[in-house]
């Protein structure tokens, strides 16, 4: 009897249950939880259910962020119809555990657009140095004969 209960006040409990980031730590150094909050009764860093995660966006010395995640309980939480904010999508899309959330694509195309078209302009720019050289070298010999030349006369 207890578990259909449990069972019916969590089918009411799915449609509003979030997968999200807590805010943690301190004032320029930031760190989320990830956790599993009823949308409309916890604000953003308030109660939450669960916790199922932690993520922090600032590099290390090595240069990695650092994510833990308990598969499992992401797995059961978006079985039972938890959804994840759009952030947490992204995160859990780079981890292989959601698919690829569609606006990392577009910022991957973006990117990778820009990229190319700084490699574009520094190899314009290095062909315009070299023609550039090249005129300079050629200038320099010819005036390097005219000046032999007046120096030969006057003797």
């Known amino acids: 009897h207890f578990t259909l209960l449990l069972k019916l006040k969590l089918q009411k409990m799915v449609t509003r249950l979030r997968m999200r980031f807590q805010v943690k730590g301190c004032r320029n150094r930031h760190w989320f939880n990830l956790v599993i909050a009823n949308n ?10 669960e916790q199922i995660g932690a993520y922090d966006p600032y590099p290390n010395k090595f ?30 899309g780079l981890a292989g555990i959601l698919p690829v959330y569609p606006p990392t694509l577009k910022i991957a195309a973006k990117r990778r657009k820009i990229i190319e078209e700084n490699k574009r302009m520094e190899e314009l720019e290095r062909i315009k140095k070299l023609e ?4 300079d070298k050629l200038n320099q010999t010819s005036g390097d004969k005219d000046t032999n030349e007046v120096i030969s006369n006057d003797q």
């Open 132 to 135: 550039e050289e090249e005129k």
């Open 63 to 92: 240069g990695h962020k650092l994510v833990c995640f308990d598969n499992d309980r992401i797995r059961y939480w978006l079985g039972v119809g938890a959804t994840p904010t759009p952030p947490v999508a992204h995160l859990l």
């Open 40 to 49: 409309r009764k916890f604000r953003r860093d308030g109660k939450h259910i």
